[in-house]
């Protein structure tokens, strides 16, 4: 299909905090690690994506930022313009950058048609080539109904049939469907793709690390992004605040959209606890992970994925607005012995979070209730990738045994659920 050296180009959908941009980068680094000549270009509004660091032949065009609010609605970042213009100008970056770029495959991360529509146009010209393209979900969405309704409002369902060419789930089907309960057709689980979890590893080039608390054992915090932790970083604080039990030194990374008001008055309070510290943001969290006896979090995608990956006793507190794809997964995980989780509806109570961090570094990591191949979905990806290239990848994982031990990872589950 490629003769010349082949490309791909990710739309990010960022408009709250880090998942999106996160998970579209760990597709990237690893897709240039598999092939040799390939390049791929990042379409994203993430104002930190420049913090960064990318392997060579991976690049991005940075959009005019739109966030997310907590009633559903979006607004510009930093321009003074309307949400509509500055939509407009996002759509024409997009489609002039494919115009351009040419892709061979395209891959939307989530949302069919882009933020408002944004990618339709772009979707629309690439129908009319060769181009591949590939909608990207996460293995939870949201509630089924909810987001059935979402879709239909966006008219997103004659997408799915007719520009998308194929879509991958990042994840094991086993443990969650996000297509089930939305009424589609046959065609479109025809041409889904289950990849399993993306896999996190310490960076290739990483940043020079300094261990908290002295070497000694510590618990990592992590809200993600931030711009919705306020309430796990205060829940977590007022535990050592009140300190009625002993607890494992804590390290609580804020997340770059956590609103500077609130960053500071933590700061504040970690400064008087001898056994807590504040970082605002690192954009290799992998070795604090890596080093960490065990994980506090909301239960976001990446979050997720580094927790299996690292294999680390977790705790989640997931929210539940504007979606509950966090609490779903949580919920899930829980169910079959991976994490622990701690509703967020029970907030502030201090008794149940200090139980929890107590008993937390001692829990089973969550290899105790699964194998590697749950999280297979880089190698995955990149045998899809070769097959729609025509290009050999370097490392080409053997399928027939990837699906094995999904098969057998399937009965593990069912049966621990049980």
Not at 102 to 108: A, C, E, L, Q, Y
Request: glycine share 6%; hydrophobic share 40%; proline share 8%.
């Amino acid at each position: 299909m490629v003769n010349s050296p082949p490309k791909i180009l990710i739309y990010s959908h960022d408009t709250f905090g880090l998942g999106h941009l996160r998970r579209c980068r760990a597709i990237a680094q690893s897709l240039v690690g598999s092939f040799s000549q390939l390049s791929v270009l990042i379409l994203s509004g993430s104002p930190i994506i420049g913090s960064y660091e990318f392997r060579s032949r991976v690049d991005f065009v940075r959009i005019p930022g739109v966030i997310k609010l907590r009633s559903g609605d979006y607004t510009s970042l930093s321009l003074h313009l309307n949400i509509d213009h500055t939509i407009a100008i996002r759509a024409s970056i997009i489609e002039h950058t494919a115009k351009v770029f040419n892709p061979d495959i395209f891959i939307v991360d989530k949302e069919p048609l882009g933020l408002r529509g944004e990618v339709l146009p772009t979707l629309e010209h690439l129908a009319q080539t060769d181009c591949r393209v590939v909608l990207g979900l996460r293995d939870v969405m949201d509630d089924p109904q909810v987001l059935r309704q979402e879709w239909t409002r966006k008219n997103a369902f004659p997408a799915l049939e007719e520009l998308y060419d194929e879509l991958w789930v990042y994840g094991p089907e086993f443990i969650n469907n996000p297509l089930d309960g939305l009424g589609l057709s046959q065609s479109v689980y025809d041409k889904t793709l289950f990849t399993g979890y993306l896999r996190r590893s310490i960076p290739r080039a990483p940043q020079p690390y300094q261990p908290p608390f002295d070497g000694a054992p510590y618990i990592l915090v992590t809200p993600g992004g931030g711009g919705d932790g306020i309430e796990l970083v205060d829940w977590v604080i007022r535990a050592y605040e009140a300190q009625t039990r002993p607890l494992f030194p804590a390290l609580i990374v804020l997340g770059p959209f956590m609103p500077m008001a609130e960053a500071e008055a933590f700061a504040e309070r970690a400064s008087q606890l001898r056994d807590v510290e504040v970082m605002r943001f690192t954009p290799q969290i992998e070795p604090l992970m890596d080093g960490a006896t065990a994980i506090v979090g909301m239960g976001g995608y990446n979050t997720f994925c580094e927790v299996l990956s690292f294999d680390k006793p977790a705790l989640l507190v997931p929210r539940i607005i504007p979606r509950r794809e966090q609490a779903i997964r949580a919920e899930q995980a829980e169910r079959y012995g991976l994490v622990r989780m701690l509703p967020i509806n029970s907030y502030p109570q201090v008794d149940l979070m200090i139980d929890a961090l107590a008993h937390l570094p001692f829990a089973a990591p969550p290899s105790k209730a699964h194998s590697s191949s749950v999280l297979g979905g880089l190698d995955v990806i990149s045998n899809r990738v070769s097959e729609v290239l025509g290009a050999p990848a370097r490392a080409t994982p053997d399928t027939a045994q990837s699906e094995d031990n999904c098969l057998s990872e399937a009965l593990m589950f069912r049966r621990a659920s049980e």
